[in-house]
């Protein structure tokens, strides 16, 4: 059974500073996903990482896969407060035929 | 990408009642599916609605709970059946299209009472 695991799940930052999600997941995977979802909200598509060694950037975020290690990162560069939000992993195991498993959730809140 | 509503936004519902979801999408797509986001969870996916034929059901989730239905490639419905209070949470629909990117369309948030 695939397992996705996100830490931290709760993470108070000061606008400025960096900081890392990790997203661990238990079994080969053929595409990971990052989502933003903001309260009373669905999911927006932040990042699809599609092989090895991947790297996404897009304003602030960047996201990264190692499949080797079974894991990806999305790093924060100087936090702003719009980024305050809870993001999701999701992997999509290979044959799962586009299926989702989705991590806890990491709850973001930047401080001004 | 791919625009996707979803009706009703939010209902109230009596215990031992069915309420269904309608989820239309403005292109069509293979791949459709249904999420459950109980409160302050994260997403389980329910099924995948299958275009003219049954919906694949995720292990803890019975067709007899939540009937779907798939009549062509860009509609789908849920129905959650003799609603309980646990059954308070938001449902999402989600498509994958052929760029290999999911995308949530707005949520029903139900509760039940």
């Known amino acids: 059974e695939l397992k996705v695991e996100q830490n931290p799940l709760f993470l108070s930052m000061q606008e400025g500073k960096n900081y890392t999600i990790y997203c661990n997941y238990s079994?080969?995977?053929?595409?990971l996903y990052w989502y933003r979802q903001d309260p009373g909200k669905s999911l927006e598509s932040l990042f699809v990482?599609?092989?090895?060694?991947a790297v996404k950037q897009e304003g602030r975020l960047m996201a990264s896969l190692d499949t080797k290690a079974r894991l990806s990162t999305l790093h924060i560069t100087a936090a702003v407060h719009d980024l305050s939000a809870t993001y999701f992993c999701?992997?999509?195991?290979?044959?799962?035929?586009?299926?989702?498993?989705f991590g806890e959730g990491t709850q973001l809140t930047v401080n001004p | 990408s791919a625009v996707i509503s979803q009706k009703p936004s939010r209902d109230i519902c009596q215990r031992g009642t069915s309420l269904t979801i309608q989820c239309q999408v403005d292109?069509?797509?293979?791949?459709m599916f249904w999420y459950r986001q109980q409160p302050g969870q994260s997403l389980t996916l329910i099924a995948t609605?299958?275009?003219?034929?049954?919906?694949?059901?995720e292990s803890g989730f019975v067709i007899d709970k939540f009937p779907i239905s798939r009549p062509n490639l860009t509609f789908s419905t849920l129905t959650v059946s003799n609603m309980s209070p646990e059954d308070s949470s938001i449902y999402l629909c989600?498509?994958?299209?052929?760029?290999?990117?999911?995308?949530f369309g707005p949520g029903t948030r139900l509760t039940v009472t």
């Open positions: 999701a992997v999509e195991k290979k044959t799962s035929g586009s299926r989702l498993t």
């Open positions: 292109s069509q797509v293979t791949m």
């Open positions: 609605a299958n275009q003219g034929s049954e919906a694949t059901y």
């Open positions: 990482l599609l092989s090895n060694g």
């Open positions: 079994t080969t995977s053929d595409r």
């Open positions: 989600s498509v994958s299209t052929s760029r290999y990117e999911q995308y």
